[in-house]
Nanobody
Framework: QVQLVESGGGLVQAGGSLRLSCAAS????????MGWYRQAPGKQRELVAG???????NYADSVKGRFTISRDNAKNTVYLQMNSLKPEDTAVYYC??????????????WGQGTQVTVSS
């Protein structure tokens, strides 16, 4: 079993910053990819930023230049630094990991979500 535990959400004024963290633990053989998604009320969950299996990063157009994803492989942790936050960034942010738990098994895992609220 693998757990993804997020932290760092909260309430911030427009223009402010927040840093989200997501730590993976459990029966981890290797981590293929990790990233952040978000879901606003009444909207579908969308990719915000992520690392691919090759180690490159990708970002949603709406956050490019404002958000930065980083990771600490030794800690199985991924971070999302969010700057110049806008009210439209308000959402529940979810950590996602594609985790190999054995030579033959790879599964998707999700964190419990952390609320980010940006006031205008």
């Amino acid at each position: 079993q693998v757990q993804l535990v997020e932290s760092g959400g909260g309430l911030v004024q427009a223009g402010g910053s927040l840093r989200l963290s997501c730590a993976a633990s459990g029966s981890i053989f290797s981590i293929n990819s990790m990233g952040w998604y978000r879901q606003a009320p009444g909207k579908q969950r969308e990719l915000v930023a992520g690392f691919t299996s090759g180690g490159s990063t990708n970002y949603a157009d709406s956050v490019k230049g404002r958000f930065t994803i980083s990771r600490d492989n030794a800690k199985n942790t991924v971070y999302l630094q969010m700057n110049s936050l806008k009210p439209e960034d308000t959402a529940v942010y979810y950590c996602h990991g594609l985790v190999r738990t054995s030579w033959s098994r790879t599964n998707d895992y999700w964190g419990q979500g952390t609320q980010v609220t940006v006031s205008s």
